[in-house]
């Protein structure tokens, strides 16, 4: 671990707030958060959306030795954040695949002759062994992950090229570890310690709650119902609701905004049907131009275009502070996902409006889209004759002779790996053994994996049809609490008038029955006492985590929650 000496007093980090940054105080979970690093102590911290994140490294930087390292797969952000940093006068150097290779050497130089302290960078880079031979020289003293969340594959944003990253620090010498991310749910949390090889780290985890969203689900029966929605939705359509909050309501669909699409053929039809409502919009997808995404990103920063219809692929790391409301013309296939993504609005503490507009229909879509992706016999089979080919080759290599798909080749390569059948070492992958058989290999973990989406989906489910506040049914899942009965900033608490409440069928119970009191094991959580059970739903408390979490029947019928004594 890299020497950080004594940990500076407070004046010291109080000065550099002050002086670097321009600020008073810090926000929630920042000092913490920073103090722990300078105190050579690893750091997970979970802060959400507009908590000032980047600040914790960037402060940091300026009281520890060596160089920061800030790991990024938003080249926006990293943009953003390094002409910030030039402006007050922070040495700063970044290297990502927009460099040219005499570019990314000067920038190395920068740092090497100490002109800058900052090092942004991709997670692809250390796919490329010169890259990391090129630091090994440096003293780094933070490594810093940012969007951790990413280096799961339970997650909702994965990038195998994270995975590449705890060998990277070991290569640095094990310098301090800083994992950051808005949105992680405890078993999330676990494997991003576990993945990065995090070590007994600090675990910082700040509230969640977004108190100035409105929180609204406008349930529809046709598909054809959603132009109508959308543009009534568009058009300040909130007179239904209690004059304390429509106009507030209507005054932020007048502002910029987000309508996310699960396809790209609709984000292109929703801008179309935008612009056809003489509303400034454009769509984004990660299969358009990257010439056409930049445009359209930069037009939307500066309010050229008021409104976005987009994919999933447009947002992370998208820091516009005004944004009014985010629509989902589909439902998302998790919690996580909807929150991660309903929170790019408000981020200014302003007002703003979150609606997903629910068909029934909607969650087999995305049902369907959570359970792709299950690695089979036929690709272990593959898998093995690939590697008999050639028994040491690149990630690349690997995913060319097979035909697999990044994600699931490092899937398929993490099984082998525990079965001791491959090693991996700077994204090479080297066979250990003369020869495998697929058949003795055990895909439970795939099943467990498939079961564990569809658990997730449930519990969208479950929001998209509660009667019950919206906000506790959000901060419930994240594990906290939420003491007031209702929120009074969601549909449920504040109904529309002639608003009909959704009374849910009885799911079918499940082929397991559990008891209040009755000692559980969940694969991912741990080990909980179950607090109530009532039909299928079954409310655990996870000793491990502190996490309280409804599991619907679904989960039982899984396997993924067990007596203990099974």
Known sequence: MAAHGAQPAAADLGHVLHESFGLESFRPGQERSIRAVLNG???????????????????????????????SPLLALMKDQVESLE?????????????????????????????????????????????????????????????????SDWGHSFRPSYLLLAGAAACL???????????????????????????????????????????EVRRVEAETDDRRVLQELLTGDADSYPDEVAPRLARAMQ??????????????????????????ADYYHGQRKKADRVRVQEAFMDGELRVIAATNAFGLGVDKPDVRFV????????????????????????????????????????????????????????????????????????????????ADLVRLVAILKQHKIVQERRGRVRLRVDDFDPDAISLDKEQYRRAYEQSRLEMMHGYVESVG??????????GEEFEPEQCDMCDNDVPRSGTQRVVVAEPEPSSIQFASGERVTHEAWGEGVVESATGPDVTVLFETTGYKTLAAGLVAEHGLLRRLDE
């Open 173 to 215: 010498k094990h310098p301090v570890m800083l994992a950051l991310t808005a949105t992680a749910t405890p078993w999330i949390r676990r494997e991003i310690v576990e993945r990065l090889a995090m070590r007994d780290p600090e675990i910082v985890v700040r509230d969640t709650d977004r108190p100035n969203l409105f929180l």
């Open 327 to 406: 629509v989902h013309r589909d439902v998302p296939a998790s919690v996580e996902v909807y929150y991660q993504e309903a929170g790019r609005a408000g981020r200014d503490g302003e007002f703003a409006r979150c609606t997903i507009i629910y068909r029934p229909a909607d969650l087999g879509r995305a049902a369907f889209l959570a359970g792709r992706g299950e690695l089979t016999r036929d690709e272990l089979e593959r898998g093995r004759a690939g590697l008999l080919k050639q028994r040491e080759v690149t990630y690349r290599e690997l995913a060319a002779a097979i035909g697999l798909d990044k």
């Open 87 to 151: 402006q007050r006068d922070v040495g700063v150097s970044f290297v990502n695949s927009m460099l040219s290779a005499g570019d990314a050497a000067d920038e190395l130089d920068k740092l090497r002759s100490g002109r800058a302290r900052l090092l942004y960078v991709t997670p692809d880079r250390f796919e490329n062994e010169e890259f990391v031979a090129g630091l090994s020289g440096t003293e780094v003293s933070l490594f810093v992950v940012d969007e951790a969340h990413c280096v």
């Open 41 to 71: 102590r690893d750091v997970l911290a979970v802060l959400p959306t507009g908590a000032g994140k980047s600040l914790v490294y960037q402060a940091a930087a300026q009281l520890l030795p060596g160089i920061t390292i800030v790991v």
């Open 469 to 478: 506040c919206r906000r506790r049914y959000i901060l419930n899942y994240f």
């Open 255 to 280: 502002g910029s905004g987000i309508v996310y699409t699960a396809t790209t053929k609709a984000a292109r039809e929703t801008a179309e049907w935008l612009r056809g409502w003489g509303i400034a």
